[in-house]
């Protein structure tokens, strides 16, 4: 597609729910990178896929977070028994083969609200 | 570690002034440097970056930054404010080599007065 697509663009979801983040990125763009951004905070880093290979998980805030990539295409970002501390905005990136100055394009966000 | 500082949260010009928004990093090894815009309710959107070469950086809508390493600086500047410039604005720092991850300041929320 033309940019990077996510999808719902909203979510809202009960405290103890499951909840799916879709992310389809520029097609053919290598690397792909999801954020989570707080209300008035800039985003912060969760995870990042070269291809199908999740190659730095080290911002998952916990083990209720987990992110796959499984034909080095679309992604999903899942959150388990939601809590409320996971209302944010998560935004997606991808960026065209593996320089690290490659610039990242972002999606314009999942929006999740957690009661 | 690296991270980045952007001075003023909020930040407010008058159409056709200046616009300076400050950014300053730390990071052990030289970085690559980005400016990030983000409209309400949408994505970031590149605005320039510093990878190698030429300190002073050009980017879209008229924006530019120059690269100081001996401030450790990277401030975003427009000699004219247009109103279509208001939103947020994020300064973010990638390390040479193998991280990717882009790690970002707080933002400034710049608005534009008649």
């Known amino acids: 597609g033309a940019g990077v697509s996510q999808s719902p663009r909203y979510k809202v979801a009960k405290r103890g729910q499951d909840v799916a983040l879709r992310c389809d990125p520029i097609?053919?763009?290598?690397?792909l990178f999801w954020y989570q951004q707080a209300l008035g905070q800039g985003p912060e880093f969760l995870t990042y896929?070269?291809?199908?290979?999740?190659?730095?998980k080290s911002g998952l805030p916990s083990d209720r977070f987990f992110a796959e990539r499984p034909e080095g295409s679309v992604s999903t970002l899942k959150i388990q028994r939601t809590q409320q501390e996971d209302s944010a905005v998560y935004l997606c990136?991808?960026?065209?083969?593996?320089?690290?100055?490659?610039?990242?394009?972002f999606g314009d966000g999942t929006r999740l609200s957690i009661l | 570690a690296q991270s980045v500082t952007q001075l003023g949260s909020h930040v407010s010009v008058s159409e056709g002034a200046l616009v300076l928004l400050r950014c300053n990093y730390s990071?052990?090894?030289?970085?690559?440097l980005f400016w990030y815009v983000q409209y309400p309710n949408q994505g970031l959107q590149l605005l320039l970056k510093?990878?190698?070469?030429a300190t002073l950086v050009k980017g879209i809508n008229g924006f530019e930054a120059e690269f100081k390493k001996s401030e450790t600086s990277f401030h975003l500047t427009k000699p004219s404010a247009h109103m279509s410039d208001a939103a947020e604005y994020f300064c973010?720092?990638?390390?040479?080599?193998?991280?990717?991850?882009?790690?970002w300041g707080l933002g400034t929320s710049l608005a534009v007065n008649p």
């Open positions: 990136a991808s960026s065209a083969r593996t320089g690290d100055n490659q610039p990242q394009h």
């Open positions: 896929f070269q291809n199908e290979a999740q190659l730095d």
């Open positions: 973010a720092v990638s390390k040479a080599g193998n991280n990717r991850k882009l790690i």
């Open positions: 510093y990878t190698t070469g």
């Open positions: 990071s052990s090894v030289p970085p690559y």
């Open positions: 097609s053919g763009h290598v690397s």
